[in-house]
C-alpha cells in the first residue's frame, strides 16, 4: 500500500492550488480517506475527510467554503481543491486511509499516510 501526494507549491494569498493523492495496493483501504496538514510547530490536524462508504465528507471549520474534497474510485485518487488559499494554510499536507474509521479528521484512525506535500501561502 503506498499514498503518494503531488499538487503543493508556494502561491500567493487568496490563490489555489488542487492536492492528489495517489493510493495503490488494496482499494478497500480507501473507504475513510482524508487530508491532514501540520504546521511548523503545530500539531497535525484534520482538514477535510471523506467517507466512501454512504458519502459523507466533513471539513475543519477554519476551511469550510474554501477548500473540496474529492475521491475519484476509479483512479483511486483523492484530490484537495483549495481556494481562496491564506498565509495560515502553509503547511505540510498528508493524505491518509484506511479502511475502517469512526472520526474522519481524527488522525489515530489512520493507518496509512503519505509522505506529505508542502503548501506556502504568502
Same mark, same amino acid.
Given at each position: 500500500v503506498? &499514498? +503518494?501526494e503531488s499538487g503543493g507549491g508556494s502561491v500567493q494569498a487568496g490563490g489555489s492550488l488542487t492536492l !492528489?493523492? +495517489?493510493v495503490s495496493?488494496?482499494?478497500a483501504i480507501s473507504s475513510c480517506v482524508a487530508w491532514f496538514r501540520q504546521a511548523a510547530g503545530k500539531e497535525r490536524e484534520g482538514v477535510a475527510g471523506f467517507y466512501a462508504g454512504g458519502g459523507a465528507t466533513a471539513y475543519a471549520d477554519s476551511v469550510k467554503g474554501r477548500f @473540496? #474534497? !474529492?475521491h475519484d474510485n476509479a483512479k483511486n485518487t483523492l484530490y484537495l481543491q483549495m481556494n481562496s488559499l491564506k498565509p495560515e494554510d502553509t503547511a505540510m499536507y498528508y493524505c491518509a486511509a484506511d479502511p475502517l474509521? @469512526? #472520526? &474522519?479528521l481524527r488522525p489515530s484512525e489512520y493507518n496509512y499516510w503519505g509522505q506529505g506535500t508542502q503548501v506556502t501561502v504568502s
Open positions: 503506498q &499514498l +503518494v !492528489s493523492c +495517489v495496493g488494496d482499494a @473540496t #474534497i !474529492s474509521c @469512526t #472520526i &474522519l
